[in-house]
């Protein structure tokens, strides 16, 4: 189901006529934010439900598109790609859909998004060494100048979205 979009830049989700972003669903979807392998009878107990009826709530925000899906967190070095860079890359004319399609065959490109400004692309990329990132701006250099900056650390590293508070989070 589609989002409805307020202007105060808050998504409310609807499903049988009341919001899906309700208090309990917030707190659902932190719980699972902290261990998205929690079992459903944990989670119930996390949230003051039984287990079918946080299962439930879980299958309805999936079908919603609020949970958009679960996913492993691997360490990149820890399987051998400890270089990880930001890549922006400002097409040749007539090249946009050139490098979009470049960036989703290259498994070095983990993330890629279309931004505004300068520059059109901006790619998240993980190599084994410095000469293999090389390798794949060259790839890119066929359509357009690439821009590069290499990551020396994650001060503040992924984290889960910023939730609305409910009632339960005033509580000590």
């Known amino acids: 189901m589609p ?3 307020r202007g105060d830049g808050q998504a409310r989700l609807r499903n049988d006529g ?3 972003t309700d208090p309990v669903n917030v707190r659902v979807l932190r719980e699972l934010h902290a261990d998205a392998r929690v079992s459903m009878s944990a989670l119930g107990r996390a949230v003051g439900l039984s287990a079918p009826a946080v299962t439930e709530r879980v299958q309805r925000l999936v ?3 609020v ?5 492993m967190d691997v360490d990149p070095a820890a399987v051998g790609l400890p270089v990880a860079a930001f890549v922006r890359v400002r097409p040749g004319p007539g090249q946009l859909r050139k490098i979009a399609e470049l960036a989703r065959s290259l498994d070095q490109v983990v993330e890629c998004y279309r931004i505004t400004g300068e520059d059109c692309f901006l790619m998240k990329v993980h190599v084994s060494a410095v000469d293999e990132l090389e390798d794949v701006l060259d790839r890119f250099l066929l359509y357009g100048q690439t821009t590069s900056s290499i990551v020396q650390s994650a001060p503040v590293p992924p984290r889960p979205l910023p ?3 409910t009632d339960r989070d005033d509580r000590p």
């Open 3 to 5: 989002a409805n979009r």
């Open 18 to 20: 009341g919001p899906l």
């Open 63 to 65: 079908r919603a598109g």
């Open 67 to 71: 949970i958009a899906g679960f996913r």
């Open 163 to 165: 939730l609305p508070a």
